[in-house]
C-alpha cells in the first residue's frame, strides 16, 4: 500500500505544479489603446493570435485570404446579391512572391491548385474532408505561431525553464509507476507503464499554447484599439468578402480581429463551422467558439439517469473487489470505480439541488450526434458575458419552440448543462430592410453594396463616360451597376476591363488611406488629390474617394488611367 500512496502522491504533486504553472503564466490582455484606424506592421493573422491570447482561430485563413486579395495576387468578384457567389480571379500577370510569408504561400497554394482557368469558387476553398482540413490548418496555424515569435510578439507560455523542470518531473513520476508496477506485478514489462506515464505528462506540457512577450502585449494594447474602432462601424459586421476592393487591408485586419461576420462566415477554410459562431447581442457583433462537450457520460442527463450511472459504476466497482480481493494491484480498479461512482453520486446531489437561469441569443441548435442520445439537441446561446461558451444539452421536443436569433430565457443545471425550464422567448429581428425611397429612384435590382447595407441599384450618371472608357480599352464596352460600383465589361468577350469604385463619410477617409499608400505617383490639378499605382488610380474630392483599376484586356491602357480619372464626374460620384 505505500508504493501506491507513492505513486499516488508523486502524480499529484506534478499536477499541482503543473497547475501552478498554468495560473502563473495565464495570459492577461492589456488595457486597450483608445480606438485608432492607424494599422500596426503585423500581418492580420499575427494581429489575430495576438488579441485571441495566443490562440489560432479560424480567422487567420479568411484574413489572410482577404489580405493577399488586398496586395492584388487574385480579386474578388461578387456577380450578384449573394455575397457566397463571389469568385476568385487570379491576376493574369503573378506579383512577386519574395515577400510572402509561409503560411501566405499556403493560402495562395489552396487557390491556384482548385483554380480553373485562373478562376474558382470562394466557397470551393472549405475542405469537405474533417481529417484534410485538421492537417492543412494545423499547418497553417503552426506557420502563424512560428512568424509571431521570430518577429519577437510571442513566446512559449511555458519558458524554457519551466517546461524542463515540469519534463524532468514528468519523467520521475513515470519511473516511479513503472517500478510500482514491477513490484505489484514481479513482471518487468509493466515498467513500460513508465513510458505511458511520462509520454501522457509531457504532452501536457507540449500542448499549452501561447502568450505574449512585453513588445507582443503593447501590439496587442494596440490592435484591441483598432477592434474599437471596427466595432464602432457596425455596417463592418455585414462587409461581403468582394468589399476588399474598397476596404483594403482593413477588411483582412477586420477578419482576423472577429468584427466581420459576413464575411468570415463566407471565407471558413475549415470543416468545424459549427466551433464559430457569430453574435450581436448586446450591440456589436463578435465571434463565438463553441465548446461540445465529448466523453462525458453525465452530460445532459437527467437526475434519475445519473443516480443509475452512479449506482452501476459502485455495482461494478464492488464485483470487482469481490473477484480481486481487497488488497494488491488488481484491486486498484475497483477502487478507482467506487472513487468514480462516490464523485458521481455526490456532484448529482449538488446538481440537483443548483439551477441558473440564463438569458441570451440562440446561435445554433441542432441534434446531437451521440447513439445513446437521440433525444437530445445542442443549444449554443451567447448571453453577452463571454467570448468562449459551451453547448447545453436541450430535451429534442423542445427544439422546434426557437429558431437561431431568438432571445431566450431558460433554466439550467450547471454541471450536467442540462436545460430544464423556459421562462421567456422573444422572436429573432426581421433583419435589415432596405432603405425606403421613391419608386422612381429603385429601379435596379436589391443587393448588399460594398458597404454591407442593403439598397437598390439607382440609375445616376456614371462617374465617367462609356465612351470615354471605350476610347481608353480600344473596344465597345457596356455598363453594369451595383451601389457604390461600376463594372465596365468588354463587349467583345464580356470581361471586366475597368472597375470604378467610391465611398464617402469614413469609408471615402479610409479608402483613401488604404489605397493612396505604398509606391505612388501624385497626379496633380485632378481632384483635391490623386495618385497613380500600377493598374490603379485613385482621386479624393472632399470625403469621397474614387478608385478606378483597370483589370484583366483593359490593363494595357493602365497608362492612360491618370487622363481617364481627369475625365471623371465629380456631381456623380454623390448622386449614383
Known amino acids: 500500500m505505500p508504493d501506491l500512496l507513492l505513486a499516488g502522491a508523486s502524480l499529484g504533486l506534478w499536477l499541482l505544479a503543473y497547475a501552478a504553472c498554468r495560473v502563473a503564466t495565464r495570459p492577461v490582455p492589456p488595457a486597450a489603446l483608445p480606438a485608432t484606424m492607424d494599422l500596426g506592421p503585423e500581418p492580420p493573422a499575427v494581429a489575430g493570435l495576438l488579441v485571441n491570447g495566443g490562440s489560432t482561430h479560424a480567422g487567420a485563413a479568411g484574413s489572410t485570404l482577404l489580405d493577399l486579395a488586398a496586395a492584388g495576387y487574385y480579386e474578388l468578384r461578387q456577380p450578384d446579391a449573394d455575397p457566397y457567389g463571389t469568385t476568385i480571379h487570379l491576376a493574369g500577370e503573378h506579383p512577386d512572391e519574395g515577400g510572402l510569408r509561409p503560411y501566405e504561400r499556403q493560402v495562395l497554394a489552396r487557390v491556384r491548385e482548385l483554380a480553373v482557368d485562373g478562376v474558382v469558387p470562394l466557397t470551393a ?10 492537417t492543412w490548418n494545423s499547418r497553417l496555424r503552426a506557420a502563424v505561431v512560428a512568424d509571431a515569435r521570430a518577429a519577437g510578439l510571442s513566446q512559449r507560455r511555458f519558458g524554457p525553464t519551466m517546461m524542463t523542470a515540469l519534463y524532468l518531473g514528468a519523467l520521475a513520476v513515470g519511473v516511479v509507476c513503472g517500478l510500482v508496477a514491477v513490484h505489484r506485478t514481479h513482471l518487468r514489462w509493466t515498467f513500460l507503464v513508465s513510458l505511458t506515464v511520462a509520454a501522457v505528462l509531457a504532452g501536457l506540457v507540449q500542448r499549452i499554447g501561447e502568450r505574449a512577450t512585453p513588445a507582443g502585449s503593447e501590439a496587442t494594447a494596440r490592435w484591441l484599439g483598432v477592434r474599437s474602432w471596427l466595432r464602432n462601424h457596425q455596417q463592418f459586421a455585414e462587409l461581403p468578402p468582394s468589399a476588399v476592393a474598397i476596404w483594403d487591408r482593413y477588411l483582412a485586419y477586420g477578419a482576423a480581429l472577429g468584427v466581420t461576420q459576413q464575411a468570415s462566415d463566407v471565407l471558413d477554410l475549415s470543416a468545424g463551422v459549427r466551433r464559430n459562431l457569430w453574435s450581436t447581442y448586446h450591440g456589436g457583433c463578435r465571434r463565438i467558439r463553441v465548446r461540445y462537450p465529448r466523453g462525458r457520460p453525465w452530460y445532459g442527463s437527467g437526475t434519475p439517469a445519473l443516480f443509475l450511472q452512479a449506482l452501476l459504476v459502485v455495482l461494478a466497482g464492488t464485483l470487482v473487489l469481490i473477484v480481486a480481493g481487497h488488497a494488491g494491484w488488481y484491486a486498484l480498479p475497483g477502487y478507482v470505480l467506487l472513487t468514480g461512482g462516490a464523485y458521481l453520486l455526490i456532484r448529482t446531489l449538488v446538481d440537483r439541488t443548483r439551477s441558473v437561469t440564463i438569458t441570451g441569443r440562440v446561435l445554433a441548435l441542432h441534434l446531437r450526434r451521440a447513439q445513446d442520445s437521440p433525444r437530445m439537441s445542442h443549444l449554443v446561446i451567447d448571453d453577452g458575458t463571454a467570448d468562449e461558451t459551451t ?13 437561431q436569433g431568438d432571445v431566450v430565457t431558460i433554466t439550467v443545471r450547471p454541471w450536467s448543462r442540462r436545460v430544464i425550464a423556459v421562462s421567456a422567448h422573444a422572436p429573432a429581428d426581421p433583419g435589415p430592410r432596405p432603405s425606403a425611397g421613391s419608386d422612381s429612384e429603385l429601379t435596379g435590382p436589391l443587393v448588399t453594396d460594398v458597404f454591407g447595407e442593403v439598397r437598390h441599384v439607382r440609375a445616376g450618371p456614371l462617374p465617367v463616360s462609356v465612351e470615354d472608357v471605350a476610347r481608353f480599352v480600344g473596344q465597345p464596352v457596356r455598363v453594369e451597376r451595383r451601389p457604390q460600383r461600376v463594372d465596365f465589361r468588354s463587349e467583345l468577350d464580356d470581361s471586366t476591363v475597368l472597375r470604378a469604385a467610391w465611398a464617402d463619410g469614413t469609408a471615402g ?8 499608400r ?4 501624385p497626379l496633380p490639378g485632378i481632384g483635391d488629390e490623386a495618385y497613380a499605382s500600377g493598374n490603379r488610380v485613385v482621386m479624393r474630392v472632399g470625403d469621397t474617394t474614387l478608385v478606378l483599376t483597370a483589370l484583366g ?8 488611367l491618370p487622363w481617364l480619372l481627369s475625365r471623371c464626374e465629380r456631381d456623380a460620384l454623390t448622386r449614383t
Open 125 to 134: 476553398l472549405t475542405f469537405r474532408d474533417d481529417n484534410e482540413s485538421r
Open 509 to 516: 477617409r479610409i479608402a483613401w488611406r488604404a489605397n493612396a
Open 553 to 560: 484586356g483593359g490593363r494595357v491602357g493602365a497608362p492612360h
Open 391 to 403: 453547448a447545453w444539452a436541450l430535451p429534442h421536443e423542445w427544439g422546434d419552440r426557437w429558431r
Open 518 to 521: 505604398g509606391v505612388a505617383t
